[in-house]
């Protein structure tokens, strides 16, 4: 029973290793980017266009695996680090090699991706093995060449930001300047440079003297697009706070607040906990924000702080089912949330495996199931519905049936093209237009 006992943990524990906690491409779109919760890193590459079929589009297949974080153990606090990828964030490609950035709850790390097809023979001083030659032995002097072999894919870690965060590390986000990124924590906002990993300079903190007196934390925090000096982050009294680190080295006083009144009328005892927002990004353009909370999503208009300029319900028929979210901890659940290449569609997760998307032009939703019953490659996506009372319709289910253990909160799309990337669980699936 003990050894049956051990068996199971492991592979338990082997299955949640494989859950999907971060997606993300890079700025051409042609790497695809995951990290799941036993620290790994896989690359995924968009396969080139075939020849004999020029109108069919190109396939993502595994580029590069990498162990990225691994377990680690604070003595000084006797807390477990977890090895688990929280976020991923490319660098822009400057040469062949490929950079990004990964982090678990501690350290940031700094990879990078490069690709071998060859490799230098004809040493003197050691064998081809690489042992070292004995120097009585060499009686001739050899020119070395390169050869060529075998495409391999290596993955190196060139900097390690480590020691800097107290609180768990909840998102990254690269400068538009590329020397420098911000990582987050519950409490502390740090600016890092790209080269320099034992110094950071600490931009926000909202530690209060007295812990006691802590009302909120901060859940997410983005670069500007465009201006290197601009950021915003969000946090858990759904609030949004944007900042000018040319006002002041240390940003805790903000430069525009964004956060809607509440209406007296929804005032129930869960309203804290679902008006905390679990994402936050700026458009493409970097005029507006997009914002997620747990039931649904804004847009804001930089220029306009009293009031969102969209709101899109991602799932209100849950409002109903709030308690019973809250006593098997869904509520909590912290939903990302992405814009199209246009800034013209938003796209969020919900339960059951279902995704929402959001035409912001005309106004139009749609639900989708991303599962392996009804996403056998090139088949068409129907579009689902939830039923929330009443008469169920044949292609309806009902809000009773919804699966909460099957939940998309990780997202990706194309930078350019209608290509998306759907973590469910710990299985990935890539959707994309319908090619005629």
Known sequence: VYVLGRIRDALLCSVAADIISTVEFNSTGELLATGDKGGRV???????????????????????TFQSHEPEFDYLKSLEIEEKINK???????????????????????????????????????????????????????????????LMVEATPRRVFSNAHTYHINSISVNSDYETFMSTDDLRINLWNLEITNRSFNIVDIKPANMEELTEVITAAEFHPHQCNTFVYSSSKGSIRLCDMRASALCDNHSKFFEEPEDPSNRSFFSEIISSISDVKFSHSGRYLMTRDYLTVKVWDLNMESQPLETYQVHDYLRSKLCSLYENDCIFDKFECVWNGSDSVIMTGSYNNFFRMFDRNTKRDVTLEASRENSKPRAILKPRKVCVGGKRRKDEISVDSLDFSKKILHTAWHPYENIIAVAATNNLYIFQDKVN
């Open 42 to 64: 896989v690359v995924f590459q968009r396969e080139q266009e075939s020849k004999n079929q020029p109108h069919r589009r190109g396939e993502y297949n595994v580029y590069s």
């Open 88 to 150: 991923i964030r490319w660098l822009p490609q400057q040469n062949a090699a490929y950079f990004l950035l990964s982090t678990n709850d501690k350290t940031v790390k700094l990879w990078k991706i490069s690709e071998r097809d060859k490799r230098p023979e004809g040493y003197n001083l050691k064998d081809e093995d690489g042992r070292i030659r004995d120097p009585a032995t060499i009686t001739t002097l050899r020119v070395p060449v390169v050869r060529p072999m075998d």
